[in-house]
């Protein structure tokens, strides 16, 4: 028999979540910590004292983002917030927080533009736009701020181009999905609508004005298809277009980031790769492992009782779904804090599992190859300017980030 615990038990031991990296690939020591209590799920007491399961299971995460009883709706009872930010009111929900029936509806409007052939339609698009971005870098000499110059533009390109984005407005959007993902663990409820209220004007003003003068990409499809004839509200195209810019801009290019900081301090690693380049596609995949990003997305409210792992999960209560310690597991990777680019690693959970699994993973993974093959084939003396050690990482958010990545040839 299990053991059924539940919340009216004393749980004071919790240990205190989220808790930040310092490294972009290193477990956190609290992670090293959870997983060596070989217990698939854990409590965590969060900023408001409140508590959580945290799972550090592979399987039981699996198993977990398929259930239905597990709510994605952060209005829901028990939806494990990380910040006060999160908690502030919002006029809208996005795709990521509704629940099936209704998620499944949006998300058929948005899977023609994601499949892996259109994706790959757009591979001379994104290696024109790295090769672009590298002749720039490499223009202003042999010392660049490879997350300012090159992280962060990339992807910006890719989704202007597919939603119709003008490239010029790519500041403001810039800092705005920074915002939303990387600072509000630290910002207020007031600073956060602040963000989120900018950022809808603008999502806004950009869709009523493709409605009427409609261009070649997503918005522009979506106005015209489905808001013209009233299969999708105005502001549900607004709430599509909003996480698709965040999700695309922030957790792409923290990837990229954090990826050339792993295979730099993984030398052996990167040679291999670079000798033999049918190794990149498993090179993306074990940077989406090794350095999980979006690392806080995951989580969940539970609507009913939910019994796995040796413990209940109490309808009312939070789940978190680490991805960097879920895709640590040693029961499904084997010596997991090896960094080996040879390994199958497809498994991993990084763009999550079940309805909710990331849409645009394609785009993502097309970007991140593209990105890391050109960029060690331009400058194939890249190094760090500062210390790996020296290296900062952005507050505990929904997305991990360097906040800077100083580097040389």
């Known amino acids: 028999m299990p053991d059924t615990t539940t919340t009216s038990e004393s749980t004071s031991a919790a240990p205190a979540f989220p808790m930040p990296r310092t490294c972009p690939y290193a477990l956190p020591q609290g992670y090293t910590e959870l ?16 508590e959580a ?5 592979h399987a039981q995460a699996r198993q977990l983002l398929a259930d239905h009883r597990l709510s994605s709706d952060k209005l829901n009872p028990g939806f494990p917030a990380i910040s ?4 502030a009111h919002r006029p809208f929900r996005t795709i990521t927080e509704l629940d099936p029936p209704e998620h499944d509806v949006h998300r058929r409007m948005l899977i023609p533009a994601f499949t892996a052939r259109r994706i790959q339609e757009m591979r001379p698009l994104v290696q024109q736009i790295v090769d672009d971005r590298l002749d720039t870098i490499v223009g202003k000499g042999p010392t660049v701020d490879l997350v300012a110059e090159f992280a962060v533009h990339v992807p ?14 790519h500041e403001f ?46 918005l522009s499809l979506l106005a015209t298809e489905r808001v013209a004839t009233g299969t999708l509200e105005h502001h549900d195209l607004i709430a599509m277009a909003l996480v698709l810019l965040v ?19 993984h030398p052996e690693q990167l040679a291999r790769v670079q000798a033999d380049p049918t190794l990149w596609g498993n090179a993306v995949e074990e940077v989406l492992r090794y350095t999980s990003v979006a690392d806080m997305g995951t989580r969940r409210g539970a609507k009913e009782d939910i019994e796995i792992g040796g ?4 309808a009312g209560e939070g789940v978190i779904i680490p991805n960097l310690l879920v895709n640590r597991d040693p029961q499904v990777f084997a010596d997991p804090d090896t960094f080996d680019v040879g390994r199958s690693a ?3 959970l990084a763009f999550g599992h079940g309805v909710h699994n990331c849409i645009g993973q394609n785009m993502s993974r097309l970007v991140l190859e593209v990105g890391f093959r050109t960029l060690f084939a331009r400058l194939p003396g890249l190094r760090l300017a500062v210390p790996a050690e020296q290296l900062e990482m952005s507050p505990a958010g929904g997305v991990q980030t360097l906040t800077s990545l100083p580097a040389t040839w």
């Open 35 to 50: 997983r060596e209590k070989q217990t698939p799920l854990q409590r965590v007491t969060l900023f408001d004292g409140t």
């Open 53 to 57: 399961w945290v799972v550090s299971g």
């Open 84 to 87: 006060p930010a999160e908690k």
């Open 156 to 169: 910006s390109m890719v989704i202007c181009h597919l939603l119709d984005i003008p490239y010029e407005d």
């Open 173 to 218: 959007f810039q800092e705005m999905t920074r915002k939303i993902t990387q600072e509000r663990g630290t910002m207020t409820g007031e600073e956060i609508q602040q963000v989120l209220g900018r950022t809808w004007g603008y999502l806004d003003a950009r869709i009523t004005k493709l409605t009427s003068d409609p261009q070649d990409g997503l």
């Open 247 to 265: 999700a695309a801009q922030e957790t792409t290019s923290s990837t990229l980031g954090s990826g050339i900081v792993t295979l730099l301090e």
């Open 311 to 314: 413990v209940v999960i109490r």
């Open 346 to 348: 497809r498994t991993h």
